[in-house]
């Protein structure tokens, strides 16, 4: 099995420790634009040897780990793979890619979106054990042939992650919810501190929640404005619910309601019930 890995940063070198943990592969082929990307995952062992976008097109399997407006300029480049290559994106968003495949290569397609990740980038983020037990969405796997299908969800099998079956239109609204939305008010956590009079003041008393929250504001500004690009309809429906939620507690406080503020929150407690 030889595997090419598109974009060589946290996802894509800690998706290179996987294949070596598990064997997956006898040769892991790199390409990255950056040079010192490229040096960098190298020295690091993440990839066997960088090569040219040609030469990814005798992989058995191509994994797409770069940003999502890149995805769909990097797809047309792949058209000429030869019809057992399986091409793999981990996009954030799906629904624009899929509608973006070009048409020699939705037989070969599979999107995938790994609920993983941190807000660290670049082959130094790479890890051991980043897909390990985390949930993997596949989307739209009657639209590819079922060789692709097969191969894709039994390397995932072996990396041992959980997988999720859902259309790419269902998965954007999900993951608007659970991650584009809450990047989105970690960013605007973030900028509240930085705009208030003296912020210094304000992270001096920075405990673990503040923390915990403002950790993703450090994502990449680039990533997160293509994402939030490719989702903006459900974007701006889960900030309009947002806004909403941070009214209501507004007013519960401005007029002393704190019998129904309670109860608010304990409706909030119950979510990790389910998780």
């Not at 290569?105 to 807000?119: Q, S």
């Not at 309009?240 to 309670?262: G, H, S, T, V, W």
């Amino acid at each position: 099995m030889k595997i090419g890995i598109v974009g060589l940063g946290l996802m894509g070198g800690s998706f290179g420790k996987a294949i070596r943990k598990y064997n997956l592969a006898n040769t892991i082929l790199g390409y990255d634009h950056n040079k010192n990307h490229q040096k960098d995952a190298l020295l690091l062992n993440l990839v066997d040897e960088i090569v040219e976008i040609k030469e990814l097109f005798l992989c058995d399997m191509i994994i797409l780990c770069i940003p999502v407006d890149a995805i769909i300029s990097f797809l047309p480049l792949l058209v000429g793979c030869l019809p057992k290559t399986t091409i793999i994106d981990f996009g954030s968003t799906k629904e624009l890619i899929v509608k973006n495949i070009p048409k020699e290569l939705k037989n070969n397609f599979i999107p995938a979106h790994p609920m993983t990740g941190t807000e660290k980038f670049g082959p130094s983020a790479a890890i051991d054990g980043l897909y390990e037990n985390k949930t993997m969405v596949l989307c739209d796997l009657d639209k590819c042939d079922v060789l692709h299908k097969n191969r894709a969800i039994k390397m995932f099998e072996t990396l041992k992650m959980n997988l999720v079956f859902m259309d790419s239109k269902e998965h954007d609204i999900h993951a608007c919810y659970m991650s584009h939305l809450p990047h989105a008010i970690s960013f605007a956590l973030g900028n509240i501190v930085m705009n208030h009079e003296n912020p210094k003041d304000i992270i001096s008393l920075a405990a673990g929640g503040f923390k915990d929250m403002s950790r993703i504001a450090k994502s990449s500004p680039d990533m997160w404005t293509d994402i939030f690009r490719q989702n903006r309809t459900n974007m701006l429906e889960s900030i309009e619910l947002y806004e909403n939620q941070i009214a209501l507690i507004k007013n519960m406080i401005k007029d002393e309601n704190y019998e129904d503020m309670k109860k608010w929150m304990y409706k909030a407690n119950t979510l990790h019930d389910i998780l």
